[in-house]
């Protein structure tokens, strides 16, 4: 197998790779919003069970939660294994994102001065307002940082798909290089992560550069 | 009477802070509030602004009853609406400015009207345009407030707050979070006020100031109101053992 036709095997285990990622921020990122609010939620029965939710995600290998989502059906229901590896995949992977946005968002709630509050509420803002207009633009912008951190973490978790034997682009270094021993599919994907990563950090500081405008 | 507090109690975990305080202020009357620190101040301008809820006691603005207590002293509240439209009647000032960082000087002293005022855009703007020139601050209008001193930034706050057209302003200690050097230019704004006859009740540790400033000084200490009246009785002639002795911790 020539070097180009590595390549070009492996840019569809890229393009495979690249939408389990974009996807997932798709879901996670306003799913983790949710999660968020009813974490703060008035309830406690409702607090106390996205808790659980929030750590059981967290504290489980996302690995494990995917075989489970894959699998579970059929070893609880009896369900006919296959169909569903994709959707498997992608929802696994954002029910577990969501849970560490979620959490993101919380910190930077929790770190608004209660003075904005105070202030918004003496002008005669409803709660709606107060949140859409003067807490959440500030908290975005606080919590750049550390979505960014999860961000990249994410385009390299994406090779977890490999556990649910997906065709990404981790799975297809594997498969091409005991295939062929080589040693150079590992280092496409390498590079490919690595391209990756660099292009999130660069558009992530072009977003907090556009939030500069303010302190 | 624009505002009547009658027998206001409030208790923080047991502890009393506000002990049966009754206050009312005039149209054009200018208050201060002077006091040791923890006499419960803040605390009773916060109740009247409905930040904090009080245990028992009444409030209205212009008659409307805020606050309502029963005969076994519970405090009711007006429903959510009847208090949100009661918002249009007070303004508060804050010791840290509390102003939105996202929002340049302009828009932190439009968005208010605009979005919960409703009020017309071209209106509103020139409001906002004609308060920011009385606080000296026309050049200012697009700077953001993390640009702008500390009593650049108070300013735009009691610009905030009078763009809301209310008819009384409170302030709970306007200038202590700033330099010294600072102070006189909002106290300068707050004495033009006055001068306009503006409705004000100010939280001051700043005794020549509220001596200036005020039609009635309000002496609290351990939350009651020890001693009341015309600046210069309570500050030349207090009758009150704890005010003489407040008031001398304060001349060297
Ligand atoms: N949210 C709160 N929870 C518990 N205690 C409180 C709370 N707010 C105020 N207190 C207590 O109530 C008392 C009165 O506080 P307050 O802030 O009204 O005093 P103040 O007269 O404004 O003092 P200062 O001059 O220092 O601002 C203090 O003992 C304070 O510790
Ligand atoms: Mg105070």
């Not at chain 1, 939660?65 to 959707?87: A, D, E, N, S």
């Not at chain 1, 981790?170 to 590992?186: E, G, H, M, N, R």
């Not at chain 2, 009691?158 to 709970?172: C, G, N, Q, T, V």
Request: net charge positive; with cysteine.
């Amino acid at each position: 197998m020539t070097f180009s036709t590595m390549l070009s095997t492996m840019a569809a285990g890229m393009l495979r790779t690249c939408g389990i990622f974009f996807l997932t921020l798709l879901g996670s990122l306003p799913l983790g919003m949710v999660v968020c609010l009813l974490r703060k939620s008035k309830h406690a029965l409702v607090r106390t069970i996205v808790k659980i939710y929030i750590s059981i995600m967290r504290g489980t290998p996302l690995m494990l939660q995917l075989l489970v989502w894959y699998f579970g059906p059929y070893y609880l229901f009896r369900l006919p294994i296959g169909g569903w590896r994709f959707p498997a995949i992608i929802f696994g992977f954002v029910v577990n994102y969501a849970a560490y946005f979620a959490e993101i968002y919380r910190s930077g709630i929790d770190s608004m001065p209660v003075g904005q509050y105070e202030a918004a509420e003496v002008l005669g803002y409803t709660k709606g307002r107060t949140f859409f207009r003067i807490i959440l633009p500030q908290v975005v912008k606080r919590i750049l940082p550390a979505v960014t951190n999860e961000v990249i973490t994410l385009v390299k978790d994406t090779s977890l798909a490999f556990t649910l034997a997906y065709s990404e682009v981790f799975s297809l270094a594997k498969q091409i290089s005991a295939s062929q021993t080589s040693f150079v599919p590992f280092v496409i994907a390498g590079v490919f992560y690595y391209i990756a990563n660099y292009a999130v950090a660069f558009a992530m500081e072009r977003i907090e550069k556009a939030l500069n405008y303010y302190r | 009477m624009i505002l009547e507090m009658k027998n206001i109690q409030k208790s923080f975990g047991g502890v009393r802070v506000l002990r049966d305080i009754s206050v009312c202020v005039d149209q054009g009357e200018v208050v201060s509030i002077i006091g040791p620190s923890g006499s419960g101040k803040s605390t009773l301008l916060r109740c009247a602004t409905f930040l904090e809820t009080v245990d028992s006691g009444e409030i209205r603005y212009e008659g409307e009853p805020a606050v309502t207590t029963d005969e076994y002293g519970n405090a009711h509240y007006a429903a959510p609406d009847a208090l949100r439209a009661l918002k249009r009647y007070y303004g508060l000032v804050f010791q840290q400015f509390n102003l939105f960082p996202h929002y340049t000087v302009l828009k932190n002293v439009t968005d208010a009207p605009l979005t919960v005022q409703k009020r017309d855009k071209a209106e509103v703007h020139g409001t906002a345009m004609e308060l920011l020139r009385k606080m000296g601050l026309e050049d200012k209008a697009s700077s953001y407030p993390y640009q702008l001193s500390g009593g650049q930034q108070q300013r735009v706050a009691i610009a905030r707050a009078l763009a809301m057209r209310p008819e009384i302003l409170f302030f709970d200690e306007p200038t202590s979070a700033l330099d010294p050097e600072l102070t006189g230019e909002v106290l300068k704004v707050i004495k033009q006020l006055a001068v306009e006859k503006m409705t004000m009740v100010i939280v001051t540790h700043e005794m020549p100031f509220a001596r200036a400033v005020s039609d009635r000084v309000v002496f609290m200490d351990g939350g009651v109101i020890v001693e009341q009246g015309d600046p210069e009785a309570v500050f030349g002639a207090p009758q009150q053992a704890r005010t003489k002795q407040f008031l001398q911790t304060y001349q060297r």
